[in-house]
């Protein structure tokens, strides 16, 4: 019998954060603001010892308790499983080479040799993948059963689970064996847009997933895995905030806490890992250069670092040449208003291909992509980059006109001057864009608290 049994009037909750990234996400959203109002949560994270995560999300029914520490077979087994399971649909193989071209800074047309063998090995096994899928569910089912998990289900006794995604952190997988396990729903609710394109690489593992929209829930049936009834579209609640959104600063407040001059516009880089675009330090340069040669018009540049990611010295040292460069990193300043207030008051933002450029659209601020190198003569580089361009998610929402995407410096140079002239232009496009992906903007995550409640009281 399951160690799990649920006896109490009031449900309780289990809510995995490992990250800042998934405090942001799902503890700052309307998912947690709800369900802590009607029920008791438990909220197991690295920050149980830190003060001010503990103040901001407490409340008469919520406990911290430490993560659990992963087991180190159960790390191993995913892994084997990402090979075994691994979805080999035309998508996937595209994604695969995408990666592969950006890594390799060439253009890769075919798998490896060594991929093509697993991929031939899958083949044969196809006719057995159910089986296989069961027996690594108990491998991780089994890699869990430890003291420091079975301790939790005991105290807590939850009747759900609410965790990020099915496979991106293996904190994430570990509590979807424990609900398999012990029978306990899991909610899966908080999916990256391309998710399903170039994360999701193995055969999902079986929870509630909340999709952002039809066609999102569309490719998860596609891989004719996953029980249609266990995908609910609802939208994502990262973007709820913006619905009644007000800046937490004024401009000259912003400008003055990031070091920047207000008298100046300010364009936003939000850039992402070398892996993807090698040569960021390289168009960053070229901004600043048209800037200084006045090809743009004066502006100050603020290049925000993603998580984890360190501030390379090669952009320390070009800031020592352009002072109006400015530069931050999102494990320093992680809370998502001030991301807001840098969208809302940039008057342009740039990335590689983000997300960003949805949060950017809701609140009417252009966001351009930057698939060009900022390097002459780079042909090559310039080929790879615009590969990042031709995934599918990515395609649909350039196709919008929401999103601009420059892939030479005549063009970026263009798009820019054009937005910092009139930044109102493609107002009625970012709508679109908007409205392409976010069914339930504004609601997403009381959309999302009502239907896991719901299904955890609906009889087993």
């Avoid at 901001?56 to 993560?67: D, P, R, T």
């Avoid at 060594?114 to 083949?123: A, E, H, W």
């Amino acid at each position: 019998m399951s160690v799990v049994q649920s006896r109490r009037f009031m449900k309780t909750f289990f809510f995995i954060i490992p990250t800042a990234y998934r405090t942001n996400a799902i503890l700052r959203s309307d998912i947690f603001s709800s369900l802590k109002t009607k029920s008791k949560i438990v909220i197991l994270s690295p920050f149980v010892d830190d003060e001010d995560f503990t103040k901001e999300f407490s409340g008469e029914n919520v406990v911290h308790q430490a993560l659990p520490a992963l087991p180190a077979s159960l790390v191993k087994t995913s892994r084997v499983r990402e090979h075994a399971l691994a979805l080999d649909t035309a998508k996937h193989e595209h994604a695969k080479l995408v990666e592969m071209s950006t890594t390799a800074n060439a253009l890769i047309r075919s798998l490896p040799p060594k991929d093509r063998v697993m991929k031939f090995l899958r083949m044969l096994l196809r006719p057995f993948r159910s089986t296989l899928v069961n027996l690594f569910d108990y491998l991780e089912e089994y890699a869990i059963s430890e003291p420091s998990f079975e301790g939790l289900l005991r105290e807590h006794s939850p009747d759900g689970i609410v965790v990020g995604t099915l496979s991106h952190d293996a904190h994430d997988i570990a509590w979807l064996a424990v609900g398999r396990k012990h029978r306990v729903p899991v909610f899966v609710v908080d999916l990256p847009w391309n998710y399903f394109e170039n994360r999701l690489y193995s055969v999902p593992r079986q929870a509630h997933i909340f999709v952002w929209n039809d066609l999102m829930k569309q490719e998860l049936v596609d891989l004719k895995s996953i029980n249609a009834e266990l995908i609910h579209v609802e939208g994502c609640q990262r973007y709820d905030t913006y619905a009644k959104f007000s800046p937490s600063a004024t401009r000259e407040e912003l400008f003055k806490s990031i070091g920047a001059d207000p008298q100046k516009k300010l364009i936003t880089y939000f850039v992402g890992t070398d892996n993807w675009h090698p040569h960021q330090l390289d168009v960053t340069k070229l901004l600043l250069e048209d800037i200084k040669a006045m090809r743009i018009p004066e502006s100050m540049v603020l290049v925000r670092f993603g998580p984890t990611q360190r501030i390379p010295e090669a952009y320390i040292s070009l800031q020592q040449e352009f002072p109006n460069l400015l530069l931050e990193s999102a494990d320093t300043l992680p809370n998502k208003d001030h991301v807001a207030n840098l969208l809302n008051f940039a008057d342009v933002n740039l990335s590689i291909f983000s997300s960003l450029a949805l949060d950017a659209a809701v609140l009417n601020k252009p966001m351009i992509y930057t698939g060009l190198s900022g390097l002459d003569h780079a042909e090559n580089d310039d080929a790879v980059i615009r590969l990042l361009f031709t995934f599918s998610f990515i395609r649909k929402a350039l196709e919008t006109g929401g999103v601009d995407v420059a892939y030479d410096k005549d063009t970026f140079r263009s798009i820019i001057g054009s937005y910092m002239n009139d930044p109102e232009q493609n107002a009625e496009k970012r709508v679109t864009l908007v409205n392409s992906y976010l069914p339930n903007f504004g609601t997403a995550g009381s959309h999302i608290a009502d239907t896991i409640m719901q299904i955890s009281s609906a009889p087993a």
